[in-house]
Every structure is written in C-alpha cells, then in structure tokens.
C-alpha cells in the first residue's frame, strides 16, 4: 500500500520507518495521505491527520494497516525519558521490559526508553514474538537469554547475553518453564 505523508522534518524519519517496518510505500501520489495537524489537506483522495502529541497511536494504527493477518508486531516506539524525540527498536533488540512506577522501559543495547504501553498490555501482545513474563515488573525477551541456572527458593536466575543477571520470581517460575517447554 502506498501513503502519501506530509508531516515537519523532525518527524519524517520516525514515520517512514514505521511505515517501512510495515510493508507501507510512500508516495507522493498516493490517494491515501498521512497528514501531521496543521499541514493542508489534499485536494483528492482521503487524508488522515495526525497529533504529533500522539506518536504512539500513530504507530498502532500504521501496524494495524500494514499488517498480514499472520505478522505480528515487530518493534515498538520509545524515547528516553528527558528527550522529545521517539526511536524505533525492533523487538529482537530489546532485552527486557520493566515497569517502574506509572511507566514502562524497554532495555535494549544500554538504553533505556520509556515505551507508552502497559507492561500487563505487552505481556498479552507479545508472548507470540518470544518475549514471557518473570516477575511482577518484568519481561524478557527469551532470545536474549545466554543461560539459565537454578536458583535459591525455587527461583530461576537468568543471564542475558549483555551480561545483566535477573531473578524468575517464584510465582513465575512454573509458567516460565511451560513456555520454554522444561
């Protein structure tokens, strides 16, 4: 599918990476515009505006139409937490998610961005890509995981291919081996 997008200089590398990521053209062509509030609308086709303000939504609804029914998601959209400007990680980046507060983080190479989800929401969504939940605060993205060792009180400790060590909280224990088949 092709998108005709119109939007300010700051933006137009996060959005055409999400509109690559998921299979969308742009073009400037295109009957279907992506328009950034403020920026004219087109004199045909259909114009979709868009809240910079609401970059997260943006980026569901570019997944949701650039997606095969069988694919699911395959990266998310974060930030560091005194920054304006939104990255694009692809998921076999991100080590971990970790809830802290009112917010979650991705850790992925050394960084940690604030992502819009809830970690109970990215629990659901992507336990098909590998990623299983360890703790009341945590995911972990299987592939990141170098070794696992047993631990004291029937806890599981993993070691992530970055060196990091976390605990399998008990309560997760039994469903963590389920995943992993043990």
Do not use: H
């Not at 943006?58 to 997606?67: A, I, N």
């Not at 694919?71 to 080590?95: C, D, F, H, W």
């Not at 970690?119 to 993205?141: A, C, D, H, T």
């Amino acid at each position: 599918m092709q998108i005709n997008l119109r939007c300010s200089d700051s933006l137009q590398k996060v959005i055409a990476a999400v509109l690559e990521a998921n299979g969308l053209q742009i073009s400037p062509d295109a009957s279907l515009s992506l328009l950034e509030r403020g920026f004219a609308l087109p004199a045909q086709g259909i114009a979709i505006v868009f809240d910079p303000q609401a970059l997260g939504d943006l980026t569901d609804f570019l997944e949701t139409l650039g997606r095969k029914p069988e694919a699911g998601k395959t990266m998310i959209v974060g930030r560091q937490p005194n920054s304006e400007a939104y990255e694009i990680i692809p998921l076999e980046e991100i080590s971990l998610f970790e809830a802290e507060g009112n917010y979650t983080y991705c850790l992925s190479g050394g960084r940690r961005l604030r992502v819009k989800n809830k970690i109970y929401e990215l629990e659901v969504s992507l336990l098909e890509q590998g990623f299983i939940r360890i703790g009341k605060p945590l995911i972990v993205n299987i592939m990141q995981v170098a070794e696992i060792t047993p631990w004291f009180g029937s806890r599981l400790l993993l070691k992530l291919k970055s060196g990091q060590e976390i605990e399998v909280a008990r309560n997760y224990v039994k469903g963590f081996k389920e995943f992993l088949e043990l």
